[in-house]
């Protein structure tokens, strides 16, 4: 379990659109039971990932949106265990 972790966002919304920013920290974690100091080839990575979403409504209803992940396109070692090294999530946009 990371010893620090932390997500804030901010948004404004009306009837029809909606905008908002999300940042989420997480320190870093071993991947091997163990204390003292972290060595690199046994513990992951500590990230900082900023999202953005968009959204409006339309009539009767419809509603289109935009999302990013990543916004900052942090790159990371989510996970060493059980395959290796993951990275985490790359830069996303959908709709």
Known sequence: IPA???FASIGLETKNWMLALGGRY???V???AGQ????DAFSTDGSFVVDATAAYTFP??????VTASN?????YIA????????????QMVFA
Not at 60 to 65: E, H, R, T, W
């Open 79 to 90: 996970a060493r265990r059980p395959a290796g090294v993951r990275p985490g999530a790359p």
């Open 30 to 32: 071993r991947t091997v």
């Open 36 to 39: 003292g100091e972290f060595l």
């Open 71 to 75: 916004l900052l396109d942090e790159q």
């Open 60 to 65: 009767y209803g419809l509603k289109a949106f």
């Open 4 to 6: 620090h972790q932390f």
């Open 26 to 28: 997480s320190d870093r």
